[in-house]
Each structure stands twice: as C-alpha cells, then as structure tokens.
C-alpha cells in the first residue's frame, strides 16, 4: 500500500521557471493538503482540497496555485519560481477535513531548490 | 493569532531514560492535540490523538498528557532506544476549520 506518492523527490529550477508537483494518495482520502517546511518554520499550509471539485488557500498560497484532478490526484503548480520558494514541500490526505482530529497522512516530499 | 511552542533545541539523552517533549499553545482552545514523527529526509507520521476531555493517553511506550488549563500538552517516551531519535511535531486544529497547525518540532536524540 503506497499511501501518499509525491514526484518528483528532487528538483532544482532556475529563477522563473515553472513546474508542477504531483501527488497522488491510493487511501481513498477526501481530503488533501500542500505544505511547504523551511527550517524554522514548521509546516505551513499552502493550499487545501476538502473534497473532490474544490480548493482554498492556506496561510501561505501567494506564488502558487493547485488542481485537483480527481479524488486521487492534487497538484501545486509554481507559475515563476523565486528563490523564496526553495523549500522542501509535502502533501498529505485525510478521510476528511478533520473536524473530529482524523490524522494526515503525508508523502516523502519534494525538495526544491531555485536558483 | 494561534501560536503553537516547542522547544527548538535538540533533546539529547541517554537510552533507557524516558524522553519528556513539550508542546505549548496560546489564544485558543482546541478540541485535540495530535503527535507527529518526522524521520530525516521523510513526511510525518501520525503517533498519537488525545481530546479536550483526555487527561492522558497511551500506546505502548508512548504516553501523552492535555492539560487545558496549563494549555499545554507533554509526550513522554519511556524505556527510549536509539530508534527513537527523529523530530516530533505537535499539531493542533485551526479553530474550527479542520485545518490543522503544526509546531516546529524537538530533536530527539537517544544515545546508546
């Protein structure tokens, strides 16, 4: 059972390039989440689907924008890369938005560095 | 605004010895509090939910506390071993949105 895949684990842009991360979750999930961690930080939330057809922003969604492609699939898209974007980005599912503290379930990440 | 604390600094000890994590938050009461294990190079993984209304709760040598008037929440690892070390990340809803807010982790590290 895969769970969470994310590709790909490694990329490096140049300074206004575009390029999109994939993730994708076989756990039958509703919902799923992009989050970008820099040292420091934490994790913070880029963009959410709460479900199949929809998606909201998060705390930090400027630079980005995303698609839901199907119940599977969820992908992040940066338009112009900027080096403030180097980050290492995960992306996680859950059975639901989690009003009663269901857990997420997080892929492997993508590092990402622009230079 | 929301505001989660945990200690940044690396916890180093020895194996054997129980490991004590804290998490802290301020301006909100939540309704549960989540633990996460984050191996290097890895995503985080789910270890541990406890409720509002949970004083403590267990999983084998995992033990987590909620204290709501403290507003703050303790994961204890006893007997630790050196596979223990990673970072773990508390994580608390954002108000009713089913989002969730993560800390930014302790550094675990158990030494032989």
């Known amino acids: 059972n895969a769970g969470v895949t994310q590709t790909p684990k490694f990329q490096v842009l140049k300074t206004g390039q575009s390029m999109t991360l994939q993730c994708a979750q076989d756990m039958n999930h509703n919902s799923m989440y992009w989050y970008r961690q820099d040292p420091g930080m934490g994790l913070r939330l880029i963009y959410y689907s709460a479900s199949e057809g929809t998606t909201d922003k998060g705390e930090v969604p400027n630079g980005y924008n995303v698609s839901r492609l199907n119940k599977r699939e969820f992908s992040l898209r940066l338009e112009s890369a900027a080096p403030s974007q180097t980050s290492v980005y995960f992306c996680a599912s859950s059975e639901t938005l989690g009003g009663m503290g269901q857990p997420q379930h997080f892929g492997d990440g993508t590092r990402l560095s622009i230079l | 605004s929301q505001k989660i604390e945990q200690n940044s600094e690396a916890l180093n000890i020895q194996e054997g010895k129980t490991a004590t994590l804290t998490c802290n938050y301020t301006n909100y009461s939540p309704a549960y509090l989540q633990w996460y294990r984050q191996d290097p190079g890895r995503g985080p993984v789910f270890l541990l939910l406890i409720r509002e209304n949970e004083k403590e709760k267990r999983k084998e040598r995992l033990k987590v506390t909620f204290d709501t008037t403290l507003k703050q929440s303790l994961f204890h690892i006893t007997a630790s071993q050196p596979a223990d070390s990673a970072t773990y990340l508390c994580?608390?809803?954002?108000?009713?949105?089913?989002?969730?807010?993560f800390g930014q982790g302790t550094t675990l590290q158990v030494k032989p």
């Open positions: 994580a608390l809803p954002a108000g009713n949105t089913g989002k969730l807010i």
